[in-house]
């Protein structure tokens, strides 16, 4: 343990140094000059101050607030050093931060204890900070565990129902890192931007309510059919409602809102522009990219360019505009974050539902 002290009168400081030096595993620093103590506080480590009261151009009382100014020293025991019996001068003393007072001519025994006793304090105090920095790291790390297991849970839930071809968990991943960046681009809170990624992920976990006949169909889809396939929006938001956790109250305005159309044309509220929600917005752009570059049952993979085309092409008709201007400035991004195995050059009539 390391003390400081800080006295004008040298043979003070020797007296206190020689004495402190008695106390095991205790060293001091000593300063005859204040303004150099201050100056050099920053810098200085120690576990107890014992600090001079009447000192030529800084005094103890400026001393003890500079060093309680400093996070470094704020929790060191200081002990002021003092002739006066003065009940203001205490008090002003203490309340500027000082732990306790020795009296001048210093007793060796009283000085003994009252240092022994505050470094054991101090020590006390140091293991204590310990322990609180490694439960911080010890629970940062179990959240981090707990988060990604929530998010692999999430993956896996939906590509449960998303179908049984191994190229779909691709899409769901792919999609909902697409969303992320969407949403950081358009400045989303950053709660939104951490969750929307995992939230998109259960778009469409609706679908386990749609008949195998239906969702597993290798073709075009009758009017009936498109009419029991577009229920699974709804579906999944009535699955995914009444949450109190953002994760789940995104998925569920993701679930619902996923194919509204920017025009009021789409479904399953027929909403428009501003009224859909904007998780909504950017998971349907989101959504129709990552499908069309990927291959389905009923259709073959597009080219990334036609599929940007048409991206564009429905900006303000099918998509919000500022959700298509957020694609098209992170486009290279988007495109690189992993490509679907089965993507092909081909260009095709989207199809997806
Ligand atoms: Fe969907
Ligand atoms: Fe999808």
Redesign the pocket.
Known sequence: MQALIVDDNATNIALLQCLIAKIDHCQSIGFTDPSEALQRLPELDFDIALVDFVMPKVDGLELVRAIRALPRHAHVPIVMITTAEDRDVRIETLTAGANDFLAKPIDPVELRARVVNLLALRKAQQKLEQRAGFLEVEIDKALKVLVEREEEIVWRLSRATEGRDPETGGHIRRMGLTCRILAEELGLDADICRAIPVAAQM??IG?VGIPDNILFKPGPLTPEERAVMQT??MLGEEILSGSDALLVRIGAEIAGS??EHWNGKGYPRGLAGEAIPIPGRIAAVA?VFDALISERPYKRAWTLEAARDYVVSERGRQFDPACVDAFLRRYDEIVNLEAPASATPRAARPTA?
Request: hydrophobic share 20%.
């Open positions: 778009h469409d679908k699974h929006a996923h194919h959504d539902a």
